[in-house]
């Protein structure tokens, strides 16, 4: 079967990997993709954008596509599970994503909320307000303790959260964002309550009824050590995270997993694909952590894919086809027991102003460690150049955390270009957990 992939970072470039090292592809497309997903066996980039339905119509039917695994949320969100099923030429094509109704839990904070609300799914207190009613958004500020948590309602690029300590300070960004600091994403904001704990993702696998339950992870979204500075689209992250132990994956199964699975198909949802849940656990009474739902994303994470996605010993094509056919409760997804750890390195300024186009070097003497690309290309020359501002990221497996921290650190050192940054702390706040 060939298979076309959608997007062009690390989650992409994991993916790929898993996707054609399964005898169930023959042949591997990724739309645009980068020079990690270039240099793949079976696999071909594309120029096609992820958001030009129309060109994706034609080459699936024009390269006999038989599956399309996307893996950002602009597409979902746009609604291309509903274009495909929409044209009659595209119907027997298996999409795997929700419908643009099951990516508003994504695509819509406010709607999220509400969906949590509606299945007793345990979540932070939220109200949610518009530039018309600004001034009861700063009244609703007052009613909170600090810290202050504002979400853009719509897609920010993983940029749309703020959490303030001063409350001039949130009632400013307050109407910095209802007038436009996000673009139409924040024409709503969401302000919730705070919930003081430790964060993690958990990653769910479902045909619309049943489910499996993927490694869980933990992302590090600031630039800077300690976890400061500006919010990115992630430096690093753990799979697993080691206080998710049983008791405690049973509680979200059973106060999260299952009643969102069960609220989707209650409401008629078509929901083919993955459920991002992202966590954080709360020190309740007796000291046992309590999981409560900070967000759902409707695909894979960036960069927790990276740490999860080679931890997968299954054939990830066959879980697919399951997910398709709506019968996912009869395979189960083998896990590899060691830990994981990927560590972003990102191009100087970003997340703000950087340049692109600095040649790489070093790529081929990592050993031991698995390399995603998340913004690179090949330039005239055929060198692997910068292209982003998160650029490569290296993962490692190993028996233990340390072990596997140990080694990717060890390896990324090899890695140059002109402006390199990356945070030396990713896992330490884990490490001192486990002590």
Not at 318 to 328: A, K, P, Q, T, Y
Request: glycine share 12%; charged share 25%; net charge negative.
């Amino acid at each position: 079967m060939n298979i076309l992939l959608l997007g062009s970072g690390g989650r992409e470039h994991a993916m790929a990997c898993k996707i054609a090292e399964s005898d169930r592809c023959s042949r591997l497309f990724v739309a645009p993709g980068n020079a990690g997903t270039a240099s793949l066996a079976k696999t071909k980039n594309v120029d096609l954008d992820p958001m030009d339905f129309t060109g994706i119509h034609a080459f699936v039917l024009s390269n006999d596509i038989g599956m399309v695994v996307v893996g950002p949320e602009a597409p979902l969100v746009g609604g291309i599970a509903d274009y495909f099923a929409s044209e009659s030429s595209l119907r027997g094509v298996m999409v795997i994503g929700p419908s643009k109704r099951g990516a508003t839990l994504e695509g819509s904070k406010d709607e999220a909320k509400a969906f949590m609300m509606r299945h007793q799914i345990p979540t932070a207190a939220y109200r949610t307000f518009t530039l018309e009613n600004l001034h009861e958004g700063k009244e609703f500020l007052r009613t909170l303790q600090p810290p202050y948590v504002l979400k853009a309602d719509g897609l920010a690029g993983g940029k749309g959260v703020l959490i303030l300590d001063n409350i001039k300070d949130a009632e400013k960004e307050l109407q910095n964002m209802l007038k436009g600091k996000f673009g139409e994403a924040s024409s709503k904001v969401v302000i919730e309550q705070f919930l003081q704990g430790v964060e993690l993702s958990v990653f769910v696998l479902t045909d619309g009824k049943h489910y499996q339950i993927l490694p869980t992870a933990k992302d590090y979204k600031r630039i800077g050590e300690g976890d400061t500075g500006l919010n990115t689209g992630g430096m690093g992250s753990i799979s697993p995270v080691h206080f998710a132990d049983r008791s405690f994956m049973q509680k979200v199964e059973e106060r999260i997993v299952i009643p969102t699975v069960k609220g989707l198909h209650a409401e008629n949802v078509n929901y083919k694909g993955f459920i991002f849940i992202g966590l954080m656990a709360v020190a309740g009474e007796g000291g046992e952590l309590d999981p409560y739902v900070i967000e759902y994303n409707v695909r894979m994470g960036d960069p927790e894919t990276e740490s999860v996605f080679p931890r997968i010993k299954s054939d990830v094509v066959d879980l697919f086809e399951h997910v398709w056919h709506g019968n996912l409760q009869q395979t189960t997804v083998d896990i590899d027991p060691r830990a994981a750890t990927c560590v972003m390195l990102v191009a100087e300024g970003y997340p703000g102003r950087y340049e692109k186009g600095k040649v790489i070097s070093g790529l081929k003497q990592v050993e031991g460690s698995m390399i995603f690309h998340a913004g690179t290309r090949l330039d005239e020359h055929g060198e692997v150049v910068t292209n982003g501002g998160r650029v490569v990221c290296v993962t490692s497996l190993a028996e233990s955390m340390p072990s596997a921290l140990l080694h990717t650190y060890q390896e990324l050192e090899k890695i140059k270009w002109e402006g390199l940054y990356f945070r030396h702390d990713i896992g330490q706040d884990l490490l001192k957990m486990m002590i």
